[in-house]
């Protein structure tokens, strides 16, 4: 929403001077946080895990989907990048190429990308196409004796290029990846919260049919305050209780944080900063393709992602 946004300012100064507690500590604004943006998702989405980062997040997604599922394995896209957590430089083919390399739990399936990928634009269904490169996968991983936890993905890869997967690929793979008994978790940290434009959510662009077991958010949601989110089903959330260890974060949904977080929301309602979005993004799109249409080495330009990225640079109060 901008840099030094005033209502976001006021917001943390006011409540830095009523209260700020640890998590163990019971108090509204989570409660009321939770509920604000259960209203942003569908409602299967309904138990909430309140973080500091979005590393934090995947790594608990990562938890969730092996406690659920009682599974080990995670299939991710090539250059990949997920958090700086061990944990999640191991899903993360952009970071672990230079480091240790790809454990044996990790299946690395190809980015969908009609542009430059092993499908294009000119065949007749790509979506399918790509969905059965992790179908491929799964089936090798069984047959090395290896049993599927999650599919992770960024609902638009954006360290891996800013790829719009083709119409009905998640759909598909969330089939068969439930076929095998995993989970499909959606990371929507850079990618979430109206930057589309056109939608709250980056997933949403494969259909309004389509909902992740599992998503997880960062970056935006706290406007530079560090603030993040894990999305789940009861049938996930129960799972994990089940083990009896509880899951506590100390500063995860303090008082200041959920007022940020509530403010925040508040402002994208008040100045309509999805339209904004949009438009912004509209705006560029038409010009890009004027220059597309002049000069030949242009070869693509992809549009939700320029929505994406303008609205990201510029906020309400920014030029």
């Not at 598909?172 to 499909?184: I, R, S």
Request: net charge negative.
């Amino acid at each position: 929403v901008g840099h030094c946004h005033p209502d976001i300012v006021k917001a943390a100064h006011e409540q830095n001077q009523l209260l700020n507690t640890n998590s163990r500590y019971l108090h509204d604004n989570l409660v009321d946080y939770a509920e604000r943006l259960s209203k942003k998702l569908p409602k299967k989405l309904c138990v909430f895990y309140l973080l500091n980062s979005g590393s934090e997040a995947n790594d608990l997604a990562l938890r969730l989907a092996r406690q659920y599922t009682k599974h080990e394995d995670v299939i991710v896209l090539d250059n990949a990048y997920h958090g700086h957590l061990t944990s999640l430089i191991d899903i993360s083919p952009y970071k672990f190429r230079n480091l240790e390399g790809q454990k044996e739990w990790v299946h690395v399936a190809p980015v969908p990308d009609t542009y430059r990928g092993l499908y294009r634009e000119d065949h007749e269904d790509s979506g399918t196409a790509y969905a059965n490169e992790v179908k491929n996968l799964i089936e090798q991983a069984h047959r090395r004796g290896r049993k599927i936890a999650a599919f992770f993905v960024e609902s638009l890869p954006s360290v891996g290029g800013q790829i719009i997967p083709p119409a009905g690929y998640f759909q598909k793979v969330a089939e068969h990846v439930h076929k095998a008994g995993g989970v499909f978790i959606a990371d929507e940290i850079q990618v979430g919260f109206g930057r589309v434009g056109k939608h709250f959510w980056a997933f949403q662009l494969q259909g309004e049919d389509f909902v992740p077991d599992i998503v997880t958010m960062g970056k935006p949601i706290g406007n530079g305050h560090p603030l993040a989110c894990v999305a789940t089903t009861k049938e996930i959330a129960e799972a994990f209780a089940a083990t009896g260890v509880e899951y506590f974060n100390t500063f995860g949904g303090n008082p200041v944080s959920c007022a940020i977080g509530l403010a925040v929301l508040d402002v994208m309602e008040k100045e309509d900063l999805q339209a904004h979005a949009t438009e912004v993004g509209n705006f560029l799109m038409k010009l890009l393709k004027e220059q597309k249409i002049k000069h030949p080495i242009i070869g693509d330009v992809r549009y939700q992602c320029l929505i994406y990225i303008f609205s990201w640079l510029f906020g309400s109060n920014n030029t």
